[in-house]
């Protein structure tokens, strides 16, 4: 038996984006818009909102690496770590898991529970409509929604 046959397989990017901790989250949100970056890169970048140990950041990263999340290579002494995925796809992926793990597959049924959660939410009567939200079907029509919540929390 081949131990480094094992260790060598690179779990899928998209099994395990819902299980991602606030920080790795955090991390994935800093390396999206930078497209590739060292550790100290991502730390320096990530330090404007959350300061943070280069240990620390080192460790998330080569989390991120083991679960298959990012890639990485060697560049003189440090990685150089590259999304496996765009953040556009995982949030399409993630969406696509809480629909089906909590909402039984139905889009129409997710939408009524954010309709519902505009309707009981925090908003004032008199507050102006929201934006229609577009959420993609797979096969490629559009559901459009009015409600104010926002999904998929940042830009990337």
């Known amino acids: 038996m081949h131990a480094n046959a094992m ?5 899928s990017p998209r099994r395990s984006l819902l299980e991602l ?3 790795e989250l ?11 970056a060292t550790v100290r890169e991502i730390r320096d970048r990530l330090a404007e909102r959350r300061a943070r140990a280069y240990t620390t950041i080192m460790t998330i990263m080569d989390r991120l690496a083991r679960k298959g999340v990012v890639e990485r290579r060697k560049a003189g002494r ?3 770590y ?7 796809e995982a949030r399409a992926h993630a969406l696509a898991q809480v629909v089906e793990n909590f909402f039984g597959g139905s889009k129409e049924i997710l939408l009524a529970q954010l309709g519902a959660d505009g309707a009981t939410g ?9 934006p229609a939200v577009s959420l993609p079907r797979e096969n490629g029509t559009a559901i459009q929604t009015g409600s104010h919540e ?7």
Do not use: F, I
């Open 122 to 130: 925090s908003a004032a009567a008199g507050d102006a409509p929201a």
């Open 21 to 23: 901790a606030p920080l």
């Open 82 to 88: 590259r999304p496996r995925l765009s953040a556009e």
């Open 150 to 156: 926002r999904l998929g929390g940042t830009s990337g």
């Open 78 to 80: 440090a990685y150089v």
């Open 7 to 11: 260790t060598e397989r690179t779990p």
């Open 26 to 36: 955090d991390c994935m949100n800093t390396l999206w818009p930078m497209g590739e």
